[in-house]
């Protein structure tokens, strides 16, 4: 009769429960007898049998703790940029999903996704570049970019993408790690010293 594949689809705001197989459908299973042309002998279906569920699910939500991240960038002198589009170099760092409830036991078809949206909190000049916090003391003529590791695009400012592809849905597995980098560049025809401080929201969709 061949294989079968029965999966829960999340339509809406996981809640957490238990899932009760007698709350599941019932559905039946039909066959036709065909002619040796290929024709169904009289269209009538024959009930080959049906399936229920007994037992239950746990139904845990996917939650995680992100703590706030600080990037040290290091220190640059003004003459370290040349000209508007000169850059620092890259400097590593991780967001970090720590405590994720582990996956249970059992057999995963599909892999889980995940997207992270990154906003500016002091705006974005360009699409792919954020402005730097203002005041007294800070510095002018630079912003800011950055871009997962080992990939040569910039991330887009508001725009959801996917971070790390497929997650795998490995047993215990409780911490996810998302690999970034972070530069400055020179926006402005003149860069003055001063403290370049910057700061970005982050938000992470797991279905």
């Known amino acids: 009769m061949g294989a079968y594949y029965i999966a829960l689809v999340n339509g809406s705001l996981l809640q957490p429960g238990v899932l009760l197989g007698s709350d599941l459908p019932t559905f039946g299973i039909y066959g036709m007898i065909y002619k040796s042309d290929g024709t169904p002998y009289d269209g009538k279906k024959i009930t080959m049998g049906s399936v229920s569920f007994s037992g239950s699910v746990n139904i845990i939500p996917f939650t995680c703790q992100t703590p706030d991240v600080v990037v040290p960038m290091g220190n640059y002198k003004t003459t370290d940029f040349t000209g508007v589009g000169s850059t620092s170099q890259w400097v590593d760092?991780?967001?970090?999903?720590?405590?994720?409830?582990?996956?249970?036991?059992?057999?995963?078809?599909?892999?889980?996704?995940?997207?992270?949206?990154?906003?500016?909190?002091?705006?974005?000049p360009t699409p792919d570049s954020f402005s730097l916090k203002a005041g007294t003391g800070s510095a002018t003529g630079i912003d800011m970019q950055i871009r997962k590791q080992n990939d040569t695009s910039l991330i887009t400012m508001g725009t959801a993408f996917d971070p790390l592809g497929p997650v795998t849905g490995n047993t215990g597995v409780t911490q996810l790690r998302i690999p970034l980098q972070a530069r400055y560049i020179q926006s402005g025809g003149q860069v003055t010293p001063g403290l370049a401080e910057s700061a970005l929201t982050f938000t992470i969709n797991y279905y």
């Open 93 to 124: 760092f991780n967001i970090e999903l720590d405590n994720c409830p582990g996956n249970y036991p059992g057999y995963f078809q599909a892999k889980n996704q995940m997207s992270l949206l990154i906003n500016p909190v002091y705006g974005n």
